[in-house]
């Protein structure tokens, strides 16, 4: 072993622990993210209407809070397992899902627009036995109709 794992062997510990927690993390909630996105999420200018919108005011602050927090832990998760092992870029993708922030459902709807990304989070939902998440496609500058 290297000289400096000796001498800091705590911090070893702590690097390999946090790693293990991550990948299970990465094994465990990410997938399970991915199958839970109802089918319809990608279809139309704006996401479905959250379960708990008619909930008390009070609750609703809490429940938004929570997936929040849970959405930035998640994207930090990701971070860690681009350098750890793990699922990042899934990590990170759902993580920004759960996120709210100026402009999120454009950049949702661009990368699931991507083949191989929308492939991936197919190919995790087929496993599950769910269906196939179902996004519009956008007609591209050749695909447009060339009547004004």
Known sequence: MPPWT???RDLVDMVVLVSLVISTL???AVPRAIVCI????FLGPHPPTLP???AHPVMRVLLTLTKNVLGVLLVLAGLAMLVLPG???LAILVGAMLVDFPGKRPAELALIR???VRAVLNW???????DP???EEVPGPDKQDPTP
């Open 114 to 116: 991507k083949k191989r």
């Open 26 to 28: 990465g094994l465990i």
């Open 52 to 54: 708990w919108a008619s």
């Open 87 to 89: 699922q990042g870029l």
């Open 6 to 8: 000796e001498l800091n």
């Open 124 to 130: 995790v939902r087929h496993r599950a036995g769910r």
């Open 133 to 135: 998440l179902l996004v």
């Open 38 to 41: 109802p089918a319809d999420y």
